[in-house]
């Protein structure tokens, strides 16, 4: 009972930072608009907004009732009720609404120009997270990144893509897989390595993957925390036990993750030239919604809006689940038993940025 006092009085007192710099920062100016050419996203299902829609896999979200609060109601393939995190860091930063699916046949070279999403739902910064649903591994998304340099030089040329690569801002969100379904739910992933073991290779692929991207030109590069991973509804239902609590050991582990990126970002920004490495805490923010969901005006913190609310992610929350969906989503913090609602995104991405849009710059 001692660790566990001191693990939550940690978790408050982040929180009441979060919540102070949030209210000194309301003052920050964001860039003008057009200071950012594009905004480009590497990453899992929290920030794919289509690309698993045209590969083969089970872990899709291209039917209703995602995307039911979508722009015309279309299910995009983006794993919510409405708008992802990428669409609206890319509106904050006044650069375009959406950002689209690198995969998408129809993209127009407006669209490169302005930024794509190479995300794909269920991958990780573990290889093995993605060929568990076969999706694209971070690698395969650095190679469709080097496709994309290619078709920007032969639209624009030469000079106007490295003005393009280097000046634009990159979102990196992967993890929560890796805790959750390859770590935690996978026996050989737990007999192979402890904890602070396998958060520290989460790490160092993690450090790998931003400094490729670094060495193609990329220089001002988000990286997402791991969120209270225990404290998904997927994750209270599995280990959770009968009062589906929050599972410590997977919030304990996003904590420690989140520890050793931070300084590991920290490091590559001292070793890199010109490098904006910026460590972007959605843990903190998240965990607040969850334990106070009044404040923000939610009422369900503990299972989703689709389907039972405790299992449903991708085809488990379809129109042929006999529970359907809630009525109203934005009265919850969680779309399915593994992704927020639009209403949580929007209102997490306005606090990350207040914190952390001027570190970019």
């Given at each position: 009972?001692?660790?566990?006092?001191?693990?939550?009085?940690?978790?408050?007192?982040?929180?009441?930072?979060?919540f102070?710099?949030?209210?000194?920062?309301?003052g920050?100016e964001f860039?003008?608009?057009?200071?950012?050419?594009a905004f480009?996203?590497?990453?899992?299902?929290?920030?794919d907004?289509?690309?698993?829609?045209?590969?083969?896999?089970?872990?899709?979200?291209?039917?209703?009732?995602?995307?039911?609060?979508?722009?015309?109601?279309?299910?995009?393939?983006?794993?919510?009720?409405?708008?992802?995190?990428?669409d609206?860091?890319?509106?904050?930063?006044?650069i375009?609404?959406?950002?689209?699916?690198?995969?998408?046949?129809?993209?127009?070279?407006?669209?490169?120009?302005?930024?794509?999403?190479?995300?794909?739902?269920?991958?990780?910064?573990?290889?093995?997270?993605?060929?568990?649903?076969n999706?694209?591994?971070?690698?395969?998304?650095?190679?469709?990144?080097?496709?994309?340099?290619?078709?920007l030089?032969?639209?624009?040329?030469?000079?106007?893509?490295?003005a393009i690569?280097?000046?634009?801002?990159?979102?990196?969100?992967?993890?929560?897989?890796?805790?959750?379904?390859?770590?935690?739910?996978?026996?050989?992933?737990?007999?192979?390595?402890?904890?602070p073991?396998?958060?520290?290779k989460?790490?160092?692929?993690s450090?790998?993957f931003?400094q490729?991207?670094?060495?193609?030109g990329?220089?001002?590069?988000?990286?997402?925390?791991?969120?209270?991973?225990?404290?998904?509804?997927?994750q209270r239902?599995?280990?959770?036990?009968?009062?589906k609590s929050?599972?410590?050991?997977?919030?304990?582990?996003?904590?420690?993750?989140?520890?050793?990126?931070?300084?590991?970002?920290?490091?590559?920004?001292q070793?890199?030239?010109?490098?904006?490495?910026?460590?972007?805490?959605i843990?903190?923010?998240?965990?607040?919604?969850?334990?106070?969901?009044?404040?923000?005006?939610?009422?369900?913190?503990?299972?989703?809006c689709?389907?039972?609310?405790?299992?449903?992610?991708?085809?488990?929350?379809s129109?042929?689940?006999?529970?359907?969906?809630?009525?109203?989503?934005?009265?919850?913090?969680?779309?399915?038993?593994?992704?927020?609602?639009?209403?949580a995104?929007?209102?997490?991405?306005?606090?990350?940025?207040?914190?952390?849009?001027?570190?970019?710059?």
């Amino acid at each position: 009972m001692k660790y566990f006092s001191g693990i939550m009085l940690y978790n408050y007192m982040v929180i009441l930072a979060t919540f102070i710099q949030i209210y000194y920062c309301e003052g920050i100016e964001f860039p003008e608009k057009g200071k950012v050419p594009a905004f480009i996203v590497f990453g899992d299902s929290i920030v794919d907004p289509g690309n698993n829609n045209y590969i083969a896999t089970v872990g899709k979200a291209d039917f209703p009732p995602y995307g039911r609060d979508f722009p015309g109601r279309v299910p995009t393939g983006r794993y919510s009720n409405g708008k992802i995190p990428s669409d609206f860091f890319a509106e904050e930063l006044g650069i375009k609404e959406f950002v689209p699916p690198y995969l998408d046949p129809k993209l127009n070279i407006n669209e490169l120009l302005t930024g794509v999403s190479f995300a794909s739902g269920a991958a990780g910064y573990d290889p093995d997270s993605a060929k568990l649903a076969n999706v694209l591994t971070l690698e395969d998304q650095l190679k469709y990144f080097k496709g994309y340099i290619k078709k920007l030089k032969a639209a624009v040329g030469e000079n106007r893509t490295s003005a393009i690569i280097s000046e634009s801002v990159y979102l990196v969100c992967a993890g929560s897989n890796d805790i959750t379904n390859t770590y935690f739910s996978l026996p050989f992933a737990r007999l192979k390595y402890n904890v602070p073991a396998y958060t520290s290779k989460m790490v160092n692929w993690s450090s790998t993957f931003v400094q490729e991207l670094y060495g193609l030109g990329a220089r001002r590069i988000g990286v997402v925390s791991a969120p209270p991973c225990g404290c998904l509804p997927s994750q209270r239902t599995l280990h959770g036990g009968l009062r589906k609590s929050c599972a410590d050991k997977e919030n304990q582990a996003s904590i420690l993750f989140n520890g050793k990126l931070s300084t590991e970002l920290s490091n590559l920004n001292q070793k890199l030239p010109q490098s904006r490495f910026v460590y972007l805490d959605i843990y903190n923010p998240l965990l607040n919604l969850i334990n106070n969901p009044s404040q923000s005006g939610f009422e369900v913190a503990n299972k989703g809006c689709c389907g039972t609310g405790n299992l449903a992610v991708s085809f488990l929350c379809s129109k042929l689940n006999p529970l359907g969906a809630c009525k109203d989503a934005s009265k919850y913090i969680f779309w399915d038993s593994f992704h927020p609602t639009e209403a949580a995104y929007k209102i997490i991405v306005h606090h990350v940025l207040q914190q952390s849009v001027a570190n970019f710059f």
